[in-house]
C-alpha cells in the first residue's frame, strides 16, 4: 500500500460503525446469559459486564487491531485488589484460544452474532466462573511459597495483601517488604502507596480499617472505569 492512500477513505480506522454493531450483539446476548449482565465502559472499552459487581469483574468485549476490521471475542475476570484497574485477559481468554472455533470475527457478518453466543455459551461463561475469589486467593499464597525471583505473570502473589484483608486469612504487612523489592527492581514505585496505605490501615485499625480502605479503592476504580455509572446503551 502506497503512502499517499487514504485509509480513512475504506473506513479502516473508522470503528465507529464496529462500536454500534458490538453494542448491538452485546445487547442481543445479555438477556441469554445467566444472571445479570449490562454494557459498562466507553469507548473501546464498552463490554458486558456480569452485575453485581463484588471484589471481580467478569466482562465479554470485542477488541481488534487498528490495521484491520477483523477481532476477537474475550472474557476475563479482573480483580479488585490491586493498586490498578485493567481489561486485561491475565484470568481469561480470547476466542481464538478456543479449540475449533473461528480465529477473528468481522462485526458486519452475519454469523458474527452466532459467534459471540457460541464463544459465550461455550467457552466464556465456565472460564469465568473459574475465577472464584478463593481460587484467586489460593494461587496468590501458593505463589508467595515461590522464591522471589521465580514468581512469573500474572504475578498472583501482588494480590495476597488483598485478598488477606478480604478474606480475613493473615496480615498484609507479611508481604510488604517483598512487594518493595519486587517494584523497586523495576521502577513501579508509583504503584507502592497502595500496599503502604492499606498496612498503615491494618497496623492503625485492625482488619476493619483495612477492609474499608480496600472498599474505597475498589469503588474508585470502578467509577473510574465507568462501571458504576448508569448503564451505557
Not at 465456565?126 to 500474572?154: F, M
Not at 498484609?172 to 507502592?192: A, N, Y
Request: aromatic letters at 10%; hydrophobic letters at 40%.
Amino acid at each position: 500500500m502506497t503512502d499517499d492512500v487514504d485509509l480513512d477513505e475504506f473506513g479502516v480506522f473508522d470503528n465507529a460503525l464496529l462500536q454500534r454493531r458490538w453494542r448491538e450483539m452485546a445487547r442481543e446476548l445479555a438477556p441469554t446469559l445467566p444472571g445479570t449482565w449490562r454494557l459498562r465502559g466507553r469507548g473501546r472499552s464498552r463490554v458486558l459486564v456480569r452485575e453485581p459487581i463484588e471484589w471481580t469483574v467478569a466482562w465479554i468485549g470485542f477488541s481488534r487491531s487498528a490495521f484491520s476490521e477483523s477481532g476477537w471475542f474475550m472474557a476475563a475476570v479482573e480483580p479488585l485488589v490491586k493498586p490498578t484497574f485493567s481489561w486485561a485477559l491475565s484470568f481469561g481468554l480470547r476466542m481464538d484460544e478456543v479449540r475449533n472455533g473461528p480465529k477473528d470475527v468481522d462485526l458486519r457478518d452475519d454469523s458474527a452474532a452466532r459467534d459471540l453466543a457460541r464463544f459465550a455459551h461455550e467457552a466464556a461463561l465456565a472460564e469465568l466462573d473459574r475465577w472464584t475469589v478463593e481460587r484467586l486467593a489460593g494461587a496468590a499464597e501458593k505463589s508467595l511459597k515461590r522464591p522471589l525471583e521465580r514468581r512469573r505473570p500474572p504475578h498472583y502473589w501482588l494480590m495476597a495483601p488483598g485478598w488477606r484483608v478480604l478474606l480475613d486469612t493473615g496480615s498484609p504487612r507479611e508481604v510488604f517488604d517483598e512487594v518493595v523489592d519486587f517494584f523497586g527492581s523495576r521502577d513501579l514505585q508509583e504503584q507502592l502507596p497502595f500496599y503502604q496505605d492499606l498496612c498503615d490501615r491494618w497496623e492503625s485499625g485492625g482488619r476493619p480499617e483495612a477492609l474499608a480502605f480496600l472498599q474505597s479503592h475498589r469503588d474508585h476504580k470502578l467509577e473510574a472505569a465507568r462501571l458504576t455509572t448508569r448503564p451505557q446503551g
